[in-house]
Structure formats: structure tokens, C-alpha cells
């Protein structure tokens, strides 16, 4: 039965996307405010449908960065990105350049700002997404990066990827780290939803200064620590 209830909820959260991105459509394609009322609207009904229909109940704990900052997240589903942009003024993302070319999502992802990336030409990329991140400057908000390059499964480990490093020494810009145990319930493959309360928590800024090796360890040490502690909340047992 549990299963049932995720697939409807599943289906109808991509028919809200699609209604809403919809709805919205003219007013995001002559504003950029337009396109973050759609996707905070979007979140606000993902949230409130997933309280009452499989359980989930979300929670941002820590100080809300605001201004121009990097945030460096733990990814481990949908979920955790609809937390933070929700809370954040002006969120906008590093994201797959594939993501582009996706209905709904690629129209808003442009709108909003977000910088793609090439995640197969590695040196290249790197060098292209901090270019891209320099030209989005014009329009201040808070850019928000996946250090991992994807969503890892709770208790899986993955490298810490060196592009989170070259924006920090590039950007100059204070980096908020954000810990998450949304994998917990909203699992990053799969239909199966799970009660609980998915948490967010914004960390203590790291601020510029630092070299890129001793940034890109106090950043992986600071995350994965608190996503541990947080997982641990959440039922996670090793």
C-alpha cells in the first residue's frame, strides 16, 4: 500500500510541474521573477503533498545565507534541492548542461540563471563554468553546487570533486556548507517514499582565505560530518 501512495504522489508532483510551469510560463518569460514565484510555488505544493500523502515533513535548521555566497550542498535526491531553493532569495544552480534539454526544467533553469556544466570534458568545463558563474554576477543571488558532481545514497561515499575548490579561489566569495538525511526518505532512485523529517542545515561559513586544498577538507570534513550526525537522527544505523 505504502508503495501505491508514493507512485500517485510521484505522478502527481511531475503533473504540478507541469501545471504550474505552465501557468507561469508568461510571467517567467518576461521575468526572472516570474520563474522564481513558479519554482518556489512548485516546491511549496511538493512539500505540503508529501506532509500529508507518504509522511515527510521537511526542515531547515542553520542561518539562511542570503547576499552573494556559494553554497556547497550534500546531494542525495530531489529533495534537498527543493529545500534550499525554497529558503534562499535568489537561488541558482551548477547543473548538468543535459538538464537543459529537459521539458519544464530547462526552461526554468535558464531563466532563473543557472550555469550549466559539461561534466565529460572535465578541464574544460571547469574553466567554462567559472566563466559562466562570472557573467551570471550581473544578477546578485546565491549559486549553489554539489561538491560530490552528484546525488549519493545515504551511507555511500564519494570523492569530493575539485570545481567547488577552483569557484571558491576564483569567486573570492564565503561558502555556506549545507548537510542533508533527505535520502533517508526520498530515496535518489526508485518510487518508494518514506515518513520522517527530512532535514537541511546551512553550516558555519567557511570564508575566503583559505588554499584550495585546505578549503576543499575543512568543506568534505564539515559536510559529511554533519550529514552523518544527521542521518543518525533519521534512523540511519551503520
Known amino acids: 500500500m505504502r508503495w501505491f501512495i508514493s507512485l500517485i504522489f510521484v505522478v502527481q508532483i ?22 522564481f514565484a513558479a519554482c518556489k510555488t512548485y516546491c511549496r505544493w511538493v512539500f505540503w503533498t508529501a506532509r500529508w500523502m507518504v509522511g515527510i515533513r521537511t526542515e531547515l535548521r542553520g542561518k539562511i545565507p542570503t547576499g552573494e555566497v556559494m553554497i ?5 535526491s530531489f529533495l534537498d534541492i527543493m529545500i534550499i531553493f525554497a529558503n534562499v532569495p535568489r537561488g541558482k544552480f551548477i547543473m ?8 519544464i526544467i ?54 569530493y570533486k575539485m570545481g567547488t575548490g577552483v569557484l571558491y579561489e576564483n569567486l573570492g566569495q564565503t ?3 549545507a548537510a542533508t538525511n533527505v535520502g533517508l526518505f ?27 586544498a585546505e ?11 554533519r550529514s552523518d550526525a544527521l542521518m543518525h537522527e533519521g534512523g540511519l544505523r551503520p
Not at 574553466?127 to 549553489?144: C, H, N, S
Not at 578549503?215 to 560530518?225: K, V
Request: aromatic share 8%; proline share 9%; with cysteine.
Open 96 to 103: 548538468k548542461r543535459e538538464l537543459l534539454w529537459t521539458p
Open 106 to 159: 530547462g526552461i526554468y533553469a535558464k531563466r532563473l540563471g543557472c550555469v550549466p556544466v559539461d561534466r565529460g570534458k572535465r578541464g574544460a568545463a571547469v574553466a567554462q563554468m567559472v566563466r559562466d558563474v562570472a557573467a551570471e554576477f550581473a544578477d546578485p543571488g546565491q549559486l549553489i553546487i554539489y561538491p560530490q558532481g552528484t546525488r549519493v545514497a545515504p551511507g555511500d561515499k564519494k570523492p
Open 186 to 212: 526520498w530515496p535518489r532512485k526508485g518510487i518508494m517514499r518514506k515518513p520522517g523529517v527530512a532535514v537541511v542545515e546551512f553550516l558555519e561559513p567557511i570564508e575566503p582565505g583559505l588554499s584550495r
Open 215 to 225: 578549503f576543499m577538507s575543512e568543506l568534505e570534513d564539515r559536510i559529511e560530518a
Open 14 to 35: 511531475y503533473l504540478a510541474m507541469l501545471v504550474i510551469g505552465i501557468v507561469f510560463a508568461p510571467y517567467a518569460l518576461v521575468s526572472r521573477n516570474g520563474a
Open 175 to 177: 561558502c555556506v556548507p
Open 72 to 76: 556547497a550542498a550534500k546531494h542525495q
